[in-house]
């Protein structure tokens, strides 16, 4: 048996469907196996808190072994996970095709699932990852002015700890009546598409959720920056959640409904020559890894991950064909860019960092460390301080460089990493830069 494995990783379809992925004695069983390779190794101690509590608990047994941990404290590990995948593709010398065949985060998902399928969620968890429905009833108008004054009001944000558990130090993003989809309306016009290289030059923006509601004007600055490169660019005719909130919740039959309304739009698209790109990583990982694995034999699934791209990914494909412009008119100075998790897993490398490093008299620098945000594990009460934890290595780079900007392509970390840096006042999307740099 080897120890360790220099291949590269692979992944299993989740096999969500089947009676054994819900046998909750066969999913203790892998827990324990699967435990306690991770005890031997601990190579992945310092990613998250799953691995510290897991060791915490196993160092306190009486046995100082797995056996010696209580199976009813099995879902302690299990809570402390946000699947941001980093054990499985940067730390774990057992992923397949090694023969221990260890795949942590969709273990912990299997777990999630079996949990919300027996317990459900509370009012908190189901409101935070319900958000078609409520960023769009805080974002209708004047209802958006009322909530954005009460997050920012010390007192409420006291009595909604207290009510949901929502940690009243924790940023929460700011609402606008004034949508994506109301923004770029008006600036939409049709571009003659040029196929370079797997790239047609005809591209759809899935807005997502937090990119309508809470960062539309990052929609403004994907308009700009393709239309200026001779691309192409229409905003997906309608869309819901990616799932990956209700992912994350383990609430699969979500996840499912999701896809149903979704796949079909955008596989549609697809076929009338459209490439897809979306502003947030998390749901651009979503349509490329986590729905192909859940319905590895649906064909439209599959379409529609050929299509889908990070859009760093997408210039810098442009870019090498010779199609992107470089002139730039106006530099970007010092740039700290925090890379966001689930933007290091779709293994495509740093083509941020690469892209605006084709602006002259610049430097960016590249912190790849958590956030520690993780969709809504940093604002949840008994979440917050382990956040913020997991997030002091990187404010800790950021405050060092004292940059001229930081930017992450996750809104939501980067909402995290400048509300904790003292060096640094805001977040800017990267596009947000290149439109500047572009002078647009």
């Known amino acids: 048996m080897r120890e360790g494995s220099l291949e590269a990783p692979t992944r299993h379809p989740i096999d969500w469907k089947s009676d054994t992925f819900w046998d909750k004695d066969a999913l203790n069983d ?33 046995t100082f072994e797995v056996d010696g941990v209580d199976r009813a404290d099995y ?11 980093l054990c499985f593709l940067t730390k774990c010398p057992y992923v397949p095709p090694h023969e221990f065949n260890v795949d942590f985060p969709h273990l912990m998902l299997r777990a999630k699932a079996i949990k919300f399928k027996e ?16 960023l769009g009833i805080m974002s209708i108008p004047l209802v958006d002015i009322t909530v954005n004054a009460l997050n920012q009001n010390a007192g409420f944000r006291k009595v909604v700890e207290k009510t949901l ?26 571009v003659e598409p040029r196929a370079i290289g797997e790239t047609t030059g005809k591209v759809a923006l899935y807005a997502t959720c937090y990119g309508n509601y809470n960062s539309p004007e990052v929609g403004e600055d994907f308009v700009r920056v393709f239309q200026h490169n001779d691309i192409h660019i229409d905003v997906v005719p309608k869309e819901k959640c990616c799932g990956m909130p209700k992912l994350e919740l383990g609430d699969l039959d979500a996840v499912d409904a999701l896809k149903q309304a979704n796949i ?31 319905y590895p034999d649906d064909p439209e699934v599959q ?26 008119p106006n ?19 740093l083509k941020t960092r690469d892209v605006l490093a084709l602006v002259a008299d610049s430097e960016v620098v590249a912190h790849e460390r958590c956030s520690g945000h993780d969709g809504t594990y940093a ?3 008994e979440t917050r301080d382990k956040s913020v934890k997991i997030a002091r290595p990187t404010v800790r780079k950021v405050n060092e460089q004292a940059p001229d900007h930081f930017i992450s392509d996750c809104p939501m970390a980067g909402a995290q990493i400048a509300n904790l840096s003292d060096k640094v006042d805001e977040a800017l999307h990267p596009m947000t830069l290149l439109r500047m740099a572009y002078g647009l």
């Open 119 to 134: 317990q459900g969620g509370n009012l908190r968890d189901k409101s935070l990852t319900s958000t078609d429905t409520m």
């Open 75 to 85: 879902t302690k590990v299990v809570d402390q996970c946000y699947l941001c995948d």
């Open 30 to 62: 892998e827990l324990e196996r699967v435990y306690d390779i991770c005890h031997g190794c601990r190579r992945c101690v310092s990613l998250c808190d799953s691995f510290p509590t897991l060791f915490d608990l196993i160092d306190e047994s009486e």
């Open 303 to 328: 379409k529609v991950k050929q299509a889908f791209y990070d859009p760093f990914e997408y210039l810098w494909l442009r870019h090498k064909a010779g199609a992107l412009k470089t002139e730039f």
């Open 331 to 349: 530099g970007i100075g010092n740039v700290a860019y925090q890379v966001a998790c689930h933007q290091r897993v779709q293994n495509i490398g």
């Open 379 to 381: 604002v949840k009460s």
């Open 165 to 190: 558990d929502i940690h009243h130090e924790a940023p929460l993003p700011r609402m606008h009546a004034k949508t994506l989809r109301k923004r770029v309306a008006p600036l939409i016009k049709p």
């Open 264 to 294: 079909p739009v955008l596989a549609q698209l697809v076929d009338r020559g459209y490439d897809l790109v979306a502003p947030i990583p998390s749901c651009v990982l979503m349509y490329k890894q986590e729905l192909p694995l859940m």
